[in-house]
Nanobody, 126 residues
Framework: QVQLVESGGGLVQPGTSLRLSCAAS????????MAWFRQVPGKEREFVAR????????YYADSVKGRFTASRDYAKKTVYLQMSSLKPEDTAVYSC???????????????????WGQGTQVTVSS
């Protein structure tokens, strides 16, 4: 059974940083790409970042490029999203996701991902 558990969310001030974690179990962690999405009430889920299965390639939404960094720790089977220079518009529930297949890089469409965490709330406000 695949489980993705996010942590690290919270209330922060604009301009500060936060690191989210996503602990994975039940999947071959070293063989799957991982992604981060975010969602605000009433809006579609939005792609944020993706890191491929070997950690050598990352891809970001234009809205977070240069401010967010995705990484992964194979020993801990954990994916991270380091967020800096946070803005109020970054406020959302952030979820990590994994595709159902291995050794390939899915796109930015949420429908391409089979497994999801429960999400962690990030609120950026002064």
């Amino acid at each position: 059974q695949v489980q993705l558990v996010e942590s690290g969310g919270g209330l922060v001030q604009p301009g500060t940083s936060l690191r989210l974690s996503c602990a994975a179990s039940g999947l071959t962690f070293g063989a799957v790409a991982m992604a981060w999405f975010r969602q605000v009430p009433g809006k579609e889920r939005e792609f944020v970042a993706r890191i491929n299965y070997n950690g050598q390639n990352t891809y970001y939404a234009d809205s977070v490029k240069g401010r967010f960094t995705a990484s992964r720790d194979y020993a801990k089977k954990t994916v991270y999203l380091q967020m800096s220079s946070l803005k109020p518009e970054d406020t959302a529930v952030y979820s990590c996701a994994a595709p159902g297949g291995v050794f390939y890089t899915p796109g930015t469409n949420a429908k391409e991902y089979a497994y999801w965490g429960q999400g962690t709330q990030v609120t950026v406000s002064s």
